[in-house]
Structures are given as structure tokens and as C-alpha cells.
């Protein structure tokens, strides 16, 4: 996987070599490749993702994939937030949480926006 962080175009990704990358907000870029294409985040990030989160059948090591695993990223750090124009926030956020409840119904209460407030508040009382 890449040498530098955050990755960059031609760094290696698990779908090919990166062809662009645009950064999401703090810790987080998407990239996408010639066949497909993901989010990365950093380790720091990774590590506010709850746990059974981080990995999935398509996903790990920081990288999500962006058929039904970028929801995961967005969910969790609030990437939605750094969406322009402001009016598409809430749009986004809507289709990271039914994109949760269809791809990963099992872990959709850890990110429902009343778990991620408390885990956030939680966070900034350590």
C-alpha cells in the first residue's frame, strides 16, 4: 500500500494504482483507480470507527471501498460535514445512513446519529 500518507496519485490502493484523490475532510481522502475506487483514512481516523466497523468483506487497513463501505467513514467522522454546497449535507448524510442500514444492518446502531453524538461527546471528555 502507499508510503506516504495520505496516499497520492500513483500510490498503490487495494484496487490499483490511484489515479486521483480528493481530500474529504481531516484525515480522509477518496481515491479512485481504473476500475473502482474507495476511501482512505488515516490511522488516527481509523481509530474513531468503532471497532466492529474498521474491517469488512470488502474493506480494511484504513481503506473503504466505495460501493458499500464509504458510508462507514462518513458516518463515523462526520465527513458529511465538509460537503459543498452545505445544502447537500443532509442529502449526504441520508444516503451514508440507508446505505448502513442495507450493507450493514448487523453494526447500523453504532452510527446512528444518537450513538455517533454520544461517542463524540464521550471523545471530547477523555
Known amino acids: 500500500m502507499p508510503t506516504t500518507l495520505p496516499p497520492r496519485e500513483g500510490d498503490a490502493s487495494p484496487w490499483g494504482l490511484i489515479d486521483s484523490v480528493t481530500p474529504l ?3 480522509a481522502v477518496a481515491v479512485t483507480t481504473p ?3 474507495g476511501i ?3 490511522p488516527a481516523a481509523l481509530a474513531r470507527i468503532p471497532e466492529p466497523l474498521r474491517a469488512t468483506a470488502y474493506s480494511g487497513g484504513g481503506w ?3 460501493d ?3 458510508c462507514i467513514p462518513y ?3 462526520g465527513l458529511h460535514a465538509f460537503e459543498a454546497p452545505v445544502e447537500r449535507q443532509d442529502h449526504i448524510r ?3 445512513q440507508r446505505t448502513l442500514e442495507t450493507c450493514h444492518a ?3 446502531a453504532l452510527l446512528e446519529p444518537a450513538a455517533a453524538a454520544q461517542d463524540h461527546q464521550g471523545a471530547t471528555h477523555d
Open 64 to 66: 473503504f471501498e466505495e
Open 75 to 77: 458516518l463515523a467522522l
Open 94 to 96: 441520508a444516503a451514508a
Open 68 to 70: 458499500c463501505d464509504w
Open 35 to 37: 476500475s473502482h475506487g
Open 106 to 108: 448487523a453494526h447500523a
Open 25 to 27: 475532510g481531516p484525515d
Open 40 to 42: 482512505w483514512v488515516s
